[in-house]
């Protein structure tokens, strides 16, 4: 397995900042040390998780930690529990992913129970859910680490209503905004949206040339490049079959460049949608 597979191992992705690959669902969690402190992004899929997680920053750095969660999929927050009972008192997130997890955090349980029984069933130590409390919306955030600073900004709907980016240096941490290795996650995507974000990313191609995708191996703007060419193809093809035959736009499944699953959420969210302009 290349290095770069391994789970659990940290990799150098720029100055002071590191990306290492969490087993369960292949989360990239990220972590960008200052002199005074660091920020790690995401916290895992259950206090398992976030436990090995968390062994791993404290093999890099001692200082206090604060936490980012690029959005509100459990995979990347329902580490949060372990984190706080470590002393981390500040977790960021956009407000509507923060309100997110209060509303779909219980429901969400189910989803990890391969990867965490005891956070699926809420049983057990540093099973709760979580809350982020400190919220960023329109307006950037930068963080002075002492010495480095990182930038916690929102570029619209994407992934989900509320995800947030993490810049550190030549250093991008784009959430599941971008996925190396899988199809992107329509699920609770804004499609149309989606693809704004992207280019808005690639227009800040010179600021970060290093991309750490939410899941998979480290990419560059090529490469968000080509997802954003591929998300254009399928919103082509979908509106087309959405205003051919609105009674039954799934047709159009079998000849979308993505996964069947992908391709009906596609779909699905492509007419849920419909309606929403901009961010
Ligand atoms: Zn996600």
Request: charged share 20%.
């Amino acid at each position: 397995m290349p290095e770069e597979e391994t789970p659990g191992r940290w990799i150098s992705a720029g100055e002071r900042t590191w990306f290492l690959r969490l087993e369960g669902f292949g989360v990239n969690a990220g972590l960008v040390v200052g002199d005074d402190r660091a920020a790690v992004i995401d916290s895992g899929a259950g206090p398992t998780e976030a436990a090995q997680l968390h062994a791993a920053v404290r093999e890099l750095t001692d200082l206090p930690l604060v936490l980012v969660n690029t959005h509100a999929h459990g995979d990347h927050f329902f580490g949060n529990a372990y984190f706080a009972a470590q002393g981390v008192e500040e977790i960021y997130a956009h407000a509507r992913a923060a309100r997110a997890i209060a509303d779909t955090g219980e429901e969400q349980r189910r989803l990890v129970h391969a990867v965490d029984p005891a956070m699926a069933a809420a049983d057990g130590e540093h099973t709760a859910v979580v809350l982020p409390n400190r919220l960023v919306d329109e307006q950037p955030v930068d963080l002075d680490l002492g010495g480095h600073s990182i930038t916690v900004f929102h570029l619209g709907r994407g992934h989900t209503d509320g995800d947030l980016l993490v810049g550190s240096g030549t250093v991008l941490f784009a959430g599941d905004l971008v996925e190396e290795g899988a199809d992107p996650s329509f699920e609770d995507s804004f499609p149309r949206q989606w693809g704004q974000v992207l280019g808005k990313i690639i227009a800040i191609d010179e600021l970060y040339p290093s991309i750490v995708p939410g899941h998979g191996r480290l990419v560059d703007m090529d490469f968000v490049r080509t997802q954003l060419q591929q998300l254009r193809q399928g919103i082509r093809m979908c509106s087309s079959a959405i205003s051919e035959s609105s009674a039954d736009a799934t047709k159009a499944i079998p000849i979308l460049p993505y996964t069947p699953l992908q391709s009906r959420y596609l779909v699905e969210r492509m007419r849920d949608t419909a309606g929403l302009r901009g961010a």
